[in-house]
């Protein structure tokens, strides 16, 4: 990449939305807007009451008979396994059921009531088994299986389930020596937190839609992330060949790692097989949305960490139990990141964690936004905050002294590249006014600050690629096709704005060859771990190279010059030596003509790139150890001041700050956003956002009792801070932010609640009432 | 299965429609209709991403029957720009950027839309209240909040 | 497991032409058929499987529903398909009851209070509603109409349960009065919900006050309860207290003190029992004072 050359105009640019005016007139296309015709079917699913339970007999006589029903689907039908990492899911449960909510038919009809009539028609026996709940127990020897197959699952070779257990992942950090460390300790902190399910809330429900062809071709169109794993995942457990499968993904309401993998899509698709030819349409209402689909994994994770006397950390014990749920296909990965993140963003010599993800009968663990680092910083980061405490330190202090920094060796072994965490806590700490302790607005409020730091690195598998092609039109504008999708975050306008720059023509001409249709878009893994901008935007600079190297070299052939002494500026080919010019229109189609018009230079002009990191090695499965356990990360800082009514116990946020190392913001306001958006999502989970399982059933599967945030809700000054130290491999040093901005705001907001009222929370969310009755508890209030 | 012959305004055009009863108003516009710029997001009243004007006032059409509307003035979003203009509404949210993945926005603006109409200056408190029922998850509400409040300033 | 339908149920929607005509279909048609306005509980119930009426009568457009009307020598009328935003907005309301404006802007959004009803929420009988701690202390009246001809219901022992009330099929509420509270009078209404404005009442307490000579402390005050017990409550023991000794803070306290041993809160999803008599004594405490500070000296 060229780094010494000037950085264009277009990157660092906040240009407006190209997807905007569609969006605002309600023109924008979303999955269940899009018209099937008089063909079209509907489905739904009967699902499983209970949490574990063996399948004993499926009646579908009574359904079938019910005039309007086309076709009805069991697990019967679909033998194969399912998964991202691990394969242990079926398209319909087969045998047992285990989790509430799990599909174990499907009907399709000509109308979504008459589906709906036929579910209930379906007679279903089941035995009761006893069911896990907790993944401590879970873990442990004593919890009946909840897979007992699991040893015969395919699974990737850094995912390591153990046999017999329900463990389905188990990484490991040994580095350096714990054990004898602690007594070298000046202080030591050691506490134990829950961390609830929470789930993603898109405003957007999931809908998928799928037709079988009678030839056995399948068109699937879904409000995907990844429309290029679902095709992969849904064709091999059905058999069918990748090229055979086609999706298409509009523009997504809200994906936030829920619309990743294959979560319901795979459902319509099966129904579609029995009755070729019809569209099959299935979306989820918003009580399905709550637990049938993907959710948060709940977290009960132990640690002890202990610093000397100057307060330098010398070691930390970290164990996790990860409430995967009925299916870790996807959360195991979930447990890897946790673990080979498991610190947090402080350089700690000596690291013992033990990561593990367990079954339970709960609703199934999905990505979502943070993977992992929400959780795990939500204890990691309130253990330091107390940690300098106890030390007798100023936290701000504290932080610095021990953050991550460029050249610092890892939990895992690897060294880090340049980060600017230190200048994110300064222009956090200072933006906070830190250290200063206003009074209270009022006698019966306590006012107070709480800061906590972020990193996360994209968690993928070690050959996630990303691809882009541009084609010109003879207009000189150019399409540009990728496979990485606008779920909100901007990235068709960030990729426009690096095409534009690279190719040398305005911001206008690009257009975005969407919707994405693995037809004709190019492969991109998928649309999660923030790593579109960084990954995608290299494919996507390297095709506009590759595009304006065909250009210049057309242009230089037909000019007989040098292509060293050729630009395109503003969409029009010059010569610095000739002062020629040639507008990118007819050319990029036609070619050059000669004189006479008896020979043309050129031709159609199609560019192509591509990008795949392969640079990240392997971990030890004993110690976690590797010269490079992950592409980069990510780091950055957030803060809280507050205000607690001790007559009620509610927060009331006065401002938010959060900074963040992007390397490079390729478009500042669109990283301002995202900044925004993840700091209420997190406040959101912080304050309000608890999936309450009781027996595995949820009991608030409705916006009416899971609260998330409002526009009443936020608080009334949020900054967002914008810090670049570039990373080596990124476009013009960018690196992804879209997850970061949730990650810290739990800690951050604990230890603004430690610093108002003196008391620690044992989880999230801090409801007012676990503030109130904490103070009640703790004599602070009678 | 009552059916009712309806006739009522959508967007200042007359039109007659059948509907069953129990068809809500959210279903007859996007499933009659197929006028899609309105949103299903919970179909309880919640998140208002169905919100429409019924007779200038901001409901949720997913709690509003279908049958209910007849003789009744509509408003949806596509109704709010002009002869491919936009409102000045909608202009205001486009640059503040409080448009991220676009699946709140239709009810945002129809709630903002008749704030306005009725409050043409609003506080930011103002603007906050009349926007607690339109749940949005991407933008924290910063830059709808700026947007709307822009949108005033400059009418 | 909460599982309910993508739509409504079917069901037939009858739009009668008068308030006997829907009497009589009402009456005829027992539990199979509901009268409705807003539709943001009855829709709401219906999709979540609880109600499964055959008939939703709509009755909104009948004779004095829509109507809100003042007279200075016998207070307010409110018919009863009267929606929130017009409580809210009302010249009338605000003038002389505006702790029925108040209380109404406490409840959800802008576009279900389009369509709720002060009314409706009563005839639903939930515990937790915001407006009907107001209606209970400015003594409101139901009027109903019946196959039998009108009457009028106090709201004292209208509540029979949560979701019951005296209410008989047939029976049409269709307007809601108030007498002229004693001047001067002072009401506030103190709602804890989860989110900061909107969502449903954890615990809700309605406060109104006024200068009366007969009482022993010079005041009276009337104290209304949400989603603490079965029913609305008035804790009278309270209201006494304030009654028989001169206010202060002590008094206050010890006011709010009875008005939570008074109370038997469930323990549910939105909150702990615990924590719901907590705060009735806080919010009590503060209501009480809220008050006091304006009418008092």
């Known amino acids: 990449m060229e780094t010494t050359e000037k950085t264009p105009d277009l990157i660092g640019q906040s240009v407006d939305r190209l997807d905007v005016h569609e969006k605002v007139t309600g023109a924008a296309v979303f999955t269940d807007d899009l018209q099937f015709g008089r063909k079209l079917l509907h489905a739904r699913i009967k699902r499983s009451p209970h949490p574990h339970a063996l399948i004993k007999s499926i009646d579908i006589s009574r359904a079938l008979a019910l005039p309007g029903v086309k076709a009805i689907v069991t697990g019967e039908d679909f033998p194969e396994h399912i998964g991202l990492y691990l394969k242990d899911k079926h398209i319909f449960a087969r045998e047992r059921v285990r989790f509430v909510g799990e599909p174990v038919a499907g009907v399709a009809a000509i109308t979504e009531e008459l589906a709906e009539q036929a579910v209930e028609l379906i007679d279903v026996e089941y035995q009761l088994l006893e069911p896990v709940f907790d993944p401590e127990f879970g873990a442990s020897p004593e919890a009946p299986l909840i897979h007992p197959d699991l040893e015969n699952y395919e699974v990737p070779n850094f995912i390591f389930p153990q046999a017999g257990t329900n463990i389905a992942n188990h990484f490991k950090i040994r580095k350096g020596d714990t054990e004898r460390t602690w007594e070298r300790c000046a202080a030591i902190v050691e506490r134990k937190f829950h961390i609830p399910h929470i789930q993603h809330v898109p405003i957007e429900p999931h809908v998928a839609i799928a037709k079988v062809e009678q030839t056995g071709k399948v068109t699937l169109w879904a409000a995907s992330q990844s429309p290029f794993a679902q095709r992969n995942l849904i064709a091999k457990t059905l058999g069918i060949s990748q090229s055979d499968m086609r999706v298409i993904a509009p523009l997504v309401g809200g994906g936030f790692g829920c619309k990743a993998g294959v979560t319901m899509e795979a459902m319509p698709v099966a129904i579609a097989t ?100 929400s959780e795990l910083h939500t204890a990691v980061d309130q253990c330091m905050d107390e940690l300098a405490e106890t030390i007798g330190m100023d936290k701000v202090a504290f932080h610095k002294l021990n953050c991550v920094r460029g050249g610092d060796i890892l939990v895992t072994g690897m060294t880090l590249h340049p980060v600017g965490l230190e200048e994110c806590i300064d222009k956090v700490a200072k933006a906070i006014d830190w250290g200063q302790k206003p009074p209270a607005s009022a006698p019966n409020k306590r006012r107070g600050k709480g800061i906590a730091l972020a990193w996360k690195a994209p968690a993928m598998p070690p050959n996630a690629g990303s691809s882009a092609w541009i084609e010109l039109n003879e207009d000189g504008t150019a399409t540009l096709g990728i496979g990485g999708q606008e779920i909100g975050q901007g990235t068709f306008t960030a990729v426009a704005q690096i095409a534009a720059a690279t190719l040398g023509v305005p911001y206008e001409s690009i257009r975005i060859a969407g919707p994405l249709d693995t037809q004709y878009s190019p492969y991109e893994w998928q649309t999660v771990a923030s790593r579109l901008t960084w990954s995608m935007g290299n494919a996507v600079r390297a095709a506009a190279s590759d595009t304006r190297r065909q250009i210049l070299e057309t242009v230089a052939d037909a000019w007989d010059e040098d292509v060293a002494n050729l630009d395109i500026v503003n969409g029009v080919v010059i010569s610095y030596k000739s002062e020629e010019e040639q507008p990118l229109k007819e050319m990029v189609i036609y070619g050059l003509p000669n004189e006479d018009f008896t020979e043309w230079t050129g031709g159609p002009i199609v560019g192509r790139g591509m990008f795949m990191p392969t640079y990240v090695t392997g971990l030890d499965a004993e110690t976690g150890q590797g010269d490079r356990a992950v592409v980069h990360y990510t780091v950055g800082a957030q803060a809280f001041d507050i205000e607690i009514d001790i007559e009620t116990g509610k927060i009331e946020i006065l401002k938010g700050v959060a900074a963040f190392d992007v390397g ?119 | 299965m009552a059916y009712h012959n309806i006739i009522f305004t959508l967007n200042g055009e007359a039109e007659a429609v059948v509907v069953p009863s129990h068809m809500t108003l959210l279903q007859m516009l996007r499933e009659e209709m197929v006028m899609t710029g309105t949103k299903n997001g919970c179909a309880a009243g919640e998140c208002g991403a169905c919100t429409v004007l019924l007779n200038g006032e901001p409901v949720n059409s997913c709690l509003v029957l279908a049958v209910e509307c007849d003789g009744q003035e509509l408003v949806t979003v596509e109704g709010l720009a002009h002869d491919s203009q936009l409102d000045p509404l909608q202009q205001a949210l486009v640059e503040a950027g409080g448009v991220q993945c676009g699946f709140c926005t239709p009810g945002v603006l129809i709630s903002a839309r008749a704030l306005l109409d009725r409050n043409p200056h609003p506080t930011e408190a103002d603007v906050r209240a009349a926007l607690v029922g339109n749940l949005c998850r991407c933008t924290g509400y910063v830059r709808i909040v700026d947007g709307v409040l822009a949108a005033a300033e400059r009418a | 497991m909460h599982n309910p339908t993508p739509g409504l149920p079917a069901f037939d929607y009858i739009k009668p032409a008068s308030l006997r005509e829907a009497s009589q279909f009402l009456m005829a048609h027992g539990d199979t058929a509901r009268p409705f306005m807003g539709g943001t509980d009855t829709f709401v119930r219906m999709r979540d499987g609880f109600w499964r009426e055959k008939h939703l009568v709509d009755v909104k457009h009948l004779d004095g529903m829509n109507t809100i009307a003042f007279d200075p020598e016998i207070g307010l009328t409110m018919g009863a398909a009267v929606n929130m935003n017009r409580v809210i907005a009302s010249p009338e309301v605000n003038a002389h009851y505006p702790l029925l404006a108040q209380a109404a802007g406490t409840v959800a959004s802008y576009q279900l209070r389009s369509r709720a009803t002060i009314v409706g929420n009563i005839c639903n009988g939930s515990p937790a509603g915001d407006t009907t701690g107001a209606c209970i202390v400015l003594q409101g009246l139901l009027h109903i109409h019946s196959v039998d001809g009108t009457r009028t219901e106090s709201l004292d022992n209208f509540f029979l349960g949560p979701g019951k009330t005296v209410l008989q099929p047939g029976d049409i509420v269709t307007a809601i009065s108030f007498p002229l509270p004693p001047q001067p009078w002072t009401g506030c209404y103190i709602k804890l919900g989860r989110n900061a404005l909107g969502d449903l009442a954890i615990v809700g307490v309605t406060a109104l006050g006024y200068p009366d000579a007969t009482a022993k402390s010079g005041y009276r005050f009337r104290l209304a309860l949400a989603s603490v017990a079965p029913v609305p409550l008035r804790p009278v023991a309270a209201e006494t207290i304030l009654a028989e000794n001169s206010i202060d803070e002590n008094i206050i306290a010890v006011a709010a003190q009875a008005a939570m041993d008074a109370v038997t809160p469930i323990s549910d999803t939105r909150g702990s029992a615990r924590y719901r008599k907590m705060m009735v004594r806080n919010l009590t405490r503060q209501a009480v004072t809220d008050v006091w500070q304006k009418i008092g000296d």
């Open chain 1, 274 to 373: 029995k009755v070729p030819g019809y569209p099959v349409k299935l979306r989820l209402t918003r009580e399905e949305e709550f637990y049938t689909n993907f959710v948060r994994q709940g977290l009960v994770i132990k640690i002890k960490v202990g610093c000397d006397a100057d307060g330098k950390l010398l070691a930390m014990e970290n164990t996790m139990y990860w409430d995967g749920g009925a299916s870790t296909e996807y959360g195991v990965n979930i447990t890897r990141a946790g673990g080979y993140s498991s610190t947090g963003p402080y350089d700690i010599p000596n690291v013992k964690t033990d990561s593990l993800c367990v079954y339970t009968n709960h609703p199934i663990g999905g990505a979502y936004r943070g993977f992992g680092m």
């Open chain 1, 664 to 782: 490079k913001a390729i478009n500042p306001e669109l990283v301002k956003a995202q900044i925004e958006g993840g700091f209420v999502q997190g406040l959101s989970s912080a304050v309000f956002e608890e999936i309450q399982l009781k027996e595995g059933v949820m009991q608030n599967p409705s916006f009416v009792d899971y609260r998330i945030a409002t526009s009443a809700d936020t608080p009334r000054e949020i900054e967002s801070i914008i810090v670049e130290v570039p990373q080596d491999d990124g476009p013009w040093g960018a690196r992804g932010v879209g997850e970061h901005p949730m990650i810290p705001a739990v800690a951050a907001l604990a230890n603004a609640i430690y610093d108002a009222v003196g008391v620690r929370m044992e989880g999230p969310p801090f409801s007012a009432e676990k503030i109130y009755l904490a103070m009640l508890d703790a004599g602070i209030v009678s």
